[in-house]
């Protein structure tokens, strides 16, 4: 599930309330087996419901960028960063 390379402080899943351990289920699910940035974004969960609505978005048909292109665009984000995943 999680790895060890989070870098900020991410919330303990054992104290999420029910509906934010059921996103993360379905995080887990359908997204990613990793839980790093959900669990970062959810200690602020304004800032994780900002964050699945523009993945939702991007990804969901919402915006006219091709979703091959946003792919690209998130690889060439994460090597710019030396991102570990």
Not at 39 to 67: K, M, N, Q
């Amino acid at each position: 599930m999680a790895n060890q390379h989070g870098r900020l402080p991410k919330a303990d899943p054992e104290q999420l309330d029910p509906e934010l351990r059921r996103r993360l289920e379905v995080w887990l699910a359908k997204a990613y087996q990793d839980d790093n940035l959900f669990l970062t974004l959810a200690r602020r969960p304004a800032v994780l419901d900002l964050f699945l609505a523009w993945v939702g978005f991007i990804y969901a048909g919402g915006s006219s960028l091709d979703p091959a292109l946003g792919g690209l665009c998130r690889v060439r984000l994460a090597h710019r960063n030396q991102c570990v995943h």
